[in-house]
């Protein structure tokens, strides 16, 4: 648009507002700012809502050791964006891409004819990359630890298996809880001692915070 628009940050991110708050002034020609306003409002209203939607679950997360994180199932282009914003929010970024951190899921297991096997070929063929494990019970678990793995997803388990995941693991690897997780469980998922518990739905489906803009 030009060095004829002036944006002037007011507040600053990741600060909560109320309806009344001004969150930013933008001076400039009238035909220039309307034309810009949609856009500008949709990125922000939106990653707005991620930073809110985060926030609640840090909260409910409170006095535990638990941590929220974002997860890859982000929109297409707004990926820094959207974990800038749950990183507003008071969460943990997950890895940004492939070459942060290896995952090895279920498809990859059975690919490979077991789940120890699976993480050893993506162990080997990256040496130095950090390769976190999904398992989907705790004989998955118990057989990775023995390989040496260090970064275990607990995939779709019940508070109880996840007590005793932790149990199990005694601190040699950190432990993240994934799969179907809602805010209303999630106090009761951290208190079973998960160092993490991901949520997808941070950035794919959340809920935009309503941002206007107004001429004066």
Known sequence: MGS???????????????????????SGPVQDLLTAERTALNFASHLSGVATATSHWV??????????LDTRKTLPTYRALQKYAVRCGGGVNHRLSLADRAMVKDNHVLAAGGVVPAYELVRDANPGLRVEVEVTDLE???DLLAA?????????MDSATMAEAVRITDG??????????TLERAREVAETGVDFISVGALTHSVKVFDLGLDLR
């Open 172 to 181: 040699r690897a950190t432990l993240e809880a994934s799969g179907g997780l």
């Open 148 to 156: 040496g793995c260090t970064e275990v997803l607990l995939d779709n």
């Open 59 to 68: 909260a409910a997360l409170e006095g535990t050791r638990a941590q929220v």
């Open 140 to 142: 998955q678990l118990r």
């Open 4 to 26: 004829e628009v002036d944006v002037s940050e007011r507040l600053p991110d990741g600060i909560r507002v109320v309806p009344v708050d001004v969150v930013m002034t933008v």
